[in-house]
């Protein structure tokens, strides 16, 4: 049994004059050897943009890219006439797949935007690229884990769904609220706490706090505060390079 805690003080942190970057695993002018990913998951960054700034056109080729809107507003476009605002609770999924150009800006001109960001390896290389968009509440979420999204083998039409065997979950926990997690033999889960505190199987989560877990089954939450988390459910081999 293995669970990781890691303090949100242990993760990259980069800011500049528009940004304030969190990166969980190695990216962009970050590298660290220990830090590449975890199973197919590749990226998690936690971004805060200043009002009016944003990410220029750049590509992408060969990921799943999910983002998650916390606060504020996030305006989407593409190479492939897509074009959208993401709100708080809203999921964003995007298969770069043989490539895709795209720009995410802050369409506030007033308040910040805080989104988180993932990428994880698909199950195939040169897919056609895509995107959609779903918004989620938090009281849809309320005290359980609700999925948002899956693979695209489940059959689940209520969520996105992504080239990989993984699933994503956010839940949305009261104060004394626990709840449980069942993870299945030979995958692993990366937790990460919105805001709020939980305790983990005994282990003590704060805001902006992450966990690794490996061999254990049950994993169960109990909120000390009002809290939200997001679980990634992962395999622990997974095919990529196809």
């Avoid at 999204?149 to 039409?157: A, K, M």
């Avoid at 104060?175 to 505190?197: C, D, M, Q, S």
């Amino acid at each position: 049994m293995l669970i990781k805690i890691i303090k949100s003080s242990e993760h990259y942190r980069n800011q500049n004059d528009w940004l304030d970057t969190t990166h969980h695993f190695s990216f962009g002018e970050y590298h660290n050897p220990d830090k590449m990913n975890f199973g197919p998951l590749r990226v998690f960054n936690d971004d805060t943009i200043k009002p009016a700034t944003g990410f220029d056109f750049h590509q992408h080729h060969d990921m799943e890219i999910v983002t998650y809107v916390i606060d504020g507003e996030l305006e989407h476009k593409d190479n492939r006439g897509n074009h959208g605002v993401i709100y708080p609770g809203e999921v964003q999924r995007m298969t770069a797949g043989s490539g895709i150009m795209h720009s995410e800006y802050n369409h506030s001109t007033k308040e910040p935007l805080r989104l988180l960001q993932m990428w994880v390896f698909p199950n195939k290389k040169n897919l056609e690229p895509s995107w959609e968009q779903r918004k989620f509440t938090k009281e849809d979420a309320l005290n359980k884990f609700l999925p948002v999204i899956v693979s695209e083998n489940s059959g689940n039409e209520k969520t996105l769904h992504i080239h990989q065997d993984a699933s994503f979950y956010i839940a949305t926990l009261t104060p004394g609220t626990e709840i449980n997690y069942e993870l299945n033999n030979h995958r692993k889960a990366y937790v990460f706490v919105i805001i709020g505190e939980v305790t983990l199987n005994h282990n003590n989560m704060e805001t902006r706090d992450a966990a690794k877990v490996e061999e254990e089954n049950r994993l169960l939450f109990q909120a000390t505060k009002p809290t939200e988390l997001l679980l990634v459910d992962l395999p622990e081999k997974y095919a990529h390079d196809s």
